[in-house]
Each structure stands twice: as structure tokens, then as C-alpha cells.
């Protein structure tokens, strides 16, 4: 999609495979079995967690990359 001038995230539990297959923007969602947010967090705090990993792919559209980029939430999981 990149190459065709739509800029894309993906949001993975598995960074090195999306980095391998060369997906441009990686972020880093967490648990394979939730990559967007953490079931195990109280609500409120699962919901903070799921709004930075959220606000964070945001950022990384804005990016020109050139090659495949890791994006982290630099937060803890704990919304703090």
C-alpha cells in the first residue's frame, strides 16, 4: 500500500516477521493473543493502554520511512 502512496501501520506481537515481510510501519501491540491492549489490566488502565498504542500508530503515519520501522509505546502497560 506504501508503494501505491497510502501510508499503513501494522500493529503486531510479532515485530520481525512484519519487519521481514517489509512492512514499513511496525508497532508494537503487545501479546500475541491481544496485540491491541492487555485483557489482564484493569479496564481503565487496559483502556489508557489501548488509546497510547492507538495514538502511537497515528504517529507513525505521519513518518516518511524509507524501510521498516519499529514503533514502541514508550509507556508502560500500566496507563500510568
Do not use: H
Request: overall charge negative.
Amino acid at each position: 500500500m506504501d508503494r501505491a502512496g497510502i501510508p499503513n501501520v501494522l500493529v503486531t506481537a510479532f515485530t520481525s516477521i512484519a519487519y521481514n515481510v517489509g512492512a514499513n510501519r511496525i508497532v508494537f501491540g503487545g501479546d500475541f493473543t491481544a496485540p491491541i491492549g492487555d485483557p489482564s489490566l484493569p479496564l481503565d488502565r487496559e483502556k489508557a493502554y489501548r488509546r497510547k498504542i492507538l495514538e502511537k500508530s497515528l504517529e507513525a503515519l505521519t513518518q516518511d520511512v524509507e524501510a521498516p520501522v519499529v514503533f514502541t509505546v514508550n509507556e508502560s502497560k500500566e496507563g500510568v
